[in-house]
């Protein structure tokens, strides 16, 4: 249980990938990891929704973890997978498993909105198959299907099943899963950072942690230290920029941010878009005044 519980801890980060020209930007990419291998984040997650993986194809999406893994070091490195064929889903995970991942977060297949006995299924002939401990991905307006709290608490059972990405958005049922303690719980909402850090759970995949990471970090910290005055004040600098994070079509707005930065280009793949002007602007100013913030001075 312990092995269980401490096996994901802390923020990770759904990492952006960087494009120039309409291709792949490794150069970025290797900058990008590189820059957040010593931000104090726990791991990052290659090709979820904020990496744009359905714009990627396979050789892509491969290179682009290969690039990471290769630029990470000693820290985890978590894959996407997502898919509606379960034969084509099982051989991308026989690919995928040949590299050292320290797991693989699977949502529930979209568009065809199976039944949750079906989903039970789906995830357990992943999970029986995988080289790497599976992190479920509940996400119901993405994929159509919510996972109810029966079916995940069902899924716990599997050895191979260790964590939850959790943007289901029903409290009892997180809450559930916390108090259960089988799975670890990891915040996917980034509203909802705070809130389940202090009902238990183990951490967070958040795509905001893109900008201040260091700030996202040791609000988990303050939390698992029982400083909650501190989480508090840290949470509450963080959630100007969080809003205005998806405002519009993530991950348009953190591209924004890191072009801002000079770590790369703010290109996306159609049909993702870039921001606005207005959000531009916004999100300037709240990046300026986050610039100041002092985690240590908190």
Same mark, same amino acid.
């Given at each position: 249980?312990?092995?269980?519980?401490?096996?994901?801890?802390?923020?990770?980060?759904?990492?952006?990938?960087?494009?120039?020209?309409?291709?792949?930007?490794?150069?970025?990419?290797?900058?990008?990891?590189?820059?957040?291998?010593?931000?104090?984040?726990?791991?990052?997650?290659?090709? !979820?929704?904020?990496?744009?993986?359905? #714009? &990627?194809?396979?050789?892509?999406? @491969? *290179? %682009? $973890?290969?690039?990471?893994?290769?630029?990470?070091?000693?820290?985890?490195?978590?894959?996407?997978?997502?898919?509606?064929?379960?034969?084509?889903?099982?051989?991308?995970?026989?690919?995928?498993?040949?590299?050292?991942?320290?797991?693989?977060?699977?949502?529930?297949?979209?568009?065809?909105?199976?039944?949750?006995?079906?989903?039970?299924?789906?995830?357990?002939?992943?999970?029986?198959?995988?080289?790497?401990?599976?992190?479920?991905?509940?996400?119901?307006?993405?994929?159509?299907?919510?996972?109810?709290?029966?079916?995940?608490?069902?899924?716990?059972?599997?050895?191979?099943?260790?964590?939850?990405?959790?943007?289901? !958005?029903?409290?009892?049922?997180?809450? #559930? &899963?916390?108090?259960?303690?089988? @799975? *670890? %719980? $990891?915040?996917?909402?980034?509203?909802?950072?705070?809130?389940?850090?202090?009902?238990?759970?183990?951490?967070?995949?958040?795509?905001?942690?893109?900008?201040?990471?260091?700030?996202?970090?040791?609000?988990?910290?303050?939390?698992?230290?029982?400083?909650?005055?501190?989480?508090?004040?840290?949470?509450?600098?963080?959630?100007?920029?969080?809003?205005?994070?998806?405002?519009?079509?993530?991950?348009?707005?953190?591209?924004?941010?890191?072009?801002?930065?000079?770590?790369?280009?703010?290109?996306?793949?159609?049909?993702?878009?870039?921001?606005?002007?207005?959000?531009?602007?916004?999100?300037?100013?709240?990046?300026?005044?986050?610039?100041?913030?002092?985690?240590? #001075? &908190?």
């Amino acid at each position: 249980m312990q092995e269980t519980k401490y096996l994901y801890r802390g923020i990770w980060l759904p990492l952006v990938t960087p494009f120039r020209n309409g291709e792949v930007d490794y150069v970025a990419l290797r900058q990008l990891v590189s820059h957040y291998r010593c931000s104090g984040l726990t791991g990052l997650v290659v090709c !979820g929704t904020t990496g744009e993986a359905a #714009a &990627l194809d396979e050789t892509e999406q @491969l *290179a %682009v $973890l290969d690039t990471v893994l290769t630029e990470a070091g000693d820290l985890p490195v978590m894959m996407g997978l997502a898919g509606n064929n379960l034969r084509h889903v099982l051989s991308r995970l026989a690919t995928i498993g040949e590299r050292p991942l320290a797991g693989v977060l699977v949502p529930a297949p979209y568009y065809i909105r199976p039944s949750q006995e079906g989903l039970k299924a789906y995830f357990r002939a992943l999970a029986d198959r995988s080289q790497a401990p599976l992190v479920l991905y509940d996400i119901p307006y993405r994929t159509g299907v919510t996972l109810s709290a029966e079916t995940l608490l069902s899924l716990a059972d599997h050895g191979n099943i260790r964590g939850i990405k959790d943007c289901g !958005g029903n409290a009892e049922t997180t809450r #559930a &899963l916390i108090a259960d303690g089988r @799975l *670890a %719980v $990891l915040a996917g909402e980034d509203q909802q950072l705070l809130a389940t850090l202090c009902m238990g759970g183990q951490g967070a995949i958040l795509a905001s942690a893109h900008i201040r990471p260091d700030l996202f970090s040791a609000l988990w910290r303050a939390v698992a230290d029982q400083r909650l005055h501190v989480a508090r004040d840290l949470f509450h600098a963080l959630m100007p920029m969080i809003r205005l994070m998806f405002a519009e079509p993530n991950p348009g707005p953190v591209k924004a941010l890191l072009a801002g930065y000079g770590l790369m280009s703010d290109e996306l793949r159609l049909p993702m878009t870039p921001i606005s002007t207005e959000l531009a602007r916004q999100l300037a100013i709240v990046r300026e005044a986050l610039d100041l913030v002092e985690a240590d #001075a &908190l």
